[in-house]
């Protein structure tokens, strides 16, 4: 939290040092791009986010960004020019989330405030428009890489083109299938919890400030710090049991108390908008008991056992039955590597492994199932879960049998990148660029300005 909040501040001090010189320093303009402008405050509020997330002082990192905010500003010329648009919802979500974000890490509204010297309301709407121009920017980009296809003989054609001497070496590798039997608590030992959520809603009902007692007593840190409020959403953006409370609501209707898999909530709608809908909540997480430990420990145990008696069943079919791990259990009980989500791949180099089932395939034979052990998830809750070890793979240089589908995204990247920079060098040369003379010998834009007689717009006019 402390790393964060000097972060911040490193923000605010560019902002308040670009705010106190004179506009020939910071407000000039330092580049054009068609009819659009980029200010050197801009570029300035940029390396302070760089250097806040704990990059080392390099001004030459202000080269490469000059050259994202004239891609981006190209990319949005020619989305206005093929009708390419965002959704008001979209800028909206994207700048909610983000600035959920940012007050959780900040430890709070008030705190976050405080660092920026100005509202969060104000703040949203300043960033408003580069958010929206960044979506519109990625949406173009997506669109002109649209019909990029990776053959398998372009694969081979990558494979073969890599110099035999410079072929990567891919790390040791792992698939891992697992169980998890979450604790679960009856209904009596649920009904405390429950009684606090219903006390909060009678607060609230009987005149209480909402967002007050979210700051006060919700348990969601996403969202109490700023009073419970989750911003706009559609359908997909909550658990099944939130969107179907959420959705049947009208503005300013408060819920009933209801049960989710994080807890006890009650939500008020604030504001429909079509499919969006944006609300705040308050959220009471039942605590674990000892007691319901030892039961999902009995549940573990007895599915070990019949995994290891009755050659009916097999690993795949008890995760899908047994699992309390929805993102595992309709996957086989397979784990994904996080790095490759896309491309579902359930290669997983053993140094990317969660360390605790790390610990325990180690020393696992190919085929076997480990018996239940205790974990700690990444939400600091325990539960039990048993692991398959279904393959593994020794650290090898690069070959088309064993690591096809890598080979096949890096040679997807290189027809998309290459498919980028044809369109940016051939737009470039038809749009009007201008760099300011400081940026001019930046290596990577060093060509991209129209050639010109006519200096750049020194400052930015009041």
Not at 347 to 357: A, E, F, G, M, N
Request: glycine content about 6%.
């Amino acid at each position: 939290m402390r790393k964060f909040g000097i972060a911040i501040l490193s923000i605010i001090f560019f902002m308040q040092a670009a705010k106190a010189q004179p506009k020939h320093t910071l407000d000039k303009i330092a580049g054009v791009v068609g009819s659009s402008i980029i200010l050197q405050s801009d570029i300035e509020l940029k390396y302070a986010t760089y250097i806040a997330q704990g990059m080392q002082p390099n001004p030459s990192a202000k080269c490469q960004i000059l050259q994202s905010l004239l891609t981006q500003k190209l990319l949005a010329a020619q989305a206005i020019i093929d009708s390419v648009e965002v959704k008001d919802d979209e800028v909206d979500n994207d700048v909610d989330r983000r600035m959920r974000g940012m007050i959780q890490r900040a430890g709070g509204q008030d705190r976050l405030e405080q660092f920026l010297g100005r509202s969060v309301i104000q703040y949203k709407d300043e960033i408003r428009p580069d958010i929206k121009e960044g979506l519109i920017a990625q949406k173009m980009q997506q669109k002109i890489t649209s019909n990029v296809n990776t053959t398998p003989q372009d694969v081979k054609k990558f494979f073969d083109g890599i110099p035999k001497d410079s072929l990567p070496t891919f790390n040791k590798e792992v698939e891992v299938g697992e169980i998890v039997f979450n604790p679960k608590l009856s209904a009596t030992e649920k009904e405390a919890y429950r009684t606090k959520a219903e006390d909060l809603r009678k607060r609230v009902v009987a005149g209480e400030d909402f967002g007050s007692l979210a700051r006060l007593y919700s348990q969601d840190p996403g969202s109490a710090p700023n009073g419970g409020d989750l911003g706009f959403n559609d359908r997909t953006g909550f658990v099944k049991e939130f969107t179907a409370m959420a959705f049947k609501l009208k503005a300013g209707d408060i819920s009933p108390v209801f049960e989710s898999d994080f807890g006890f909530h009650f939500l008020q709608v604030i504001e429909r908008r079509g499919e969006q809908v944006h609300v705040r909540h308050i959220l009471i997480i039942p605590v674990v008991t000892q007691e319901s430990l030892t039961r999902a420990k009995s549940k573990a145990d007895s599915i070990y056992t019949l995994l290891k008696t009755n050659n009916k069943i097999d690993f795949s079919s008890a995760a899908a039955y047994y699992s309390d791990n929805k993102d595992t259990k309709f996957n086989g009980g397979m784990l994904l590597n996080a790095e490759n989500v896309e491309a579902r791949s359930t290669y997983i180099p053993t140094d990317k492994l969660d360390p605790q089932v790390a610990l325990v395939t180690d020393t696992m034979k190919v085929g076997s199932i480990s018996k239940p052990f205790l974990f700690t998830g990444a939400d600091g809750k325990q539960g039990y879960k048993m692991l398959y070890l279904k393959s593994t793979t020794n650290a090898h240089k690069a070959n088309l049998i064993q690591d096809y589908p890598k080979l096949k995204e890096y040679a997807n990247n290189e027809k998309v990148n290459r498919k980028v920079s044809e369109w940016f060098e051939k737009k470039r040369k038809e749009t009007f660029i201008r760099i300011d003379p400081q940026y001019q010998g930046c290596p990577t834009i060093k060509d991209w300005g129209t050639p010109t007689t006519t200096p750049i717009t020194a400052e930015v006019k009041p």
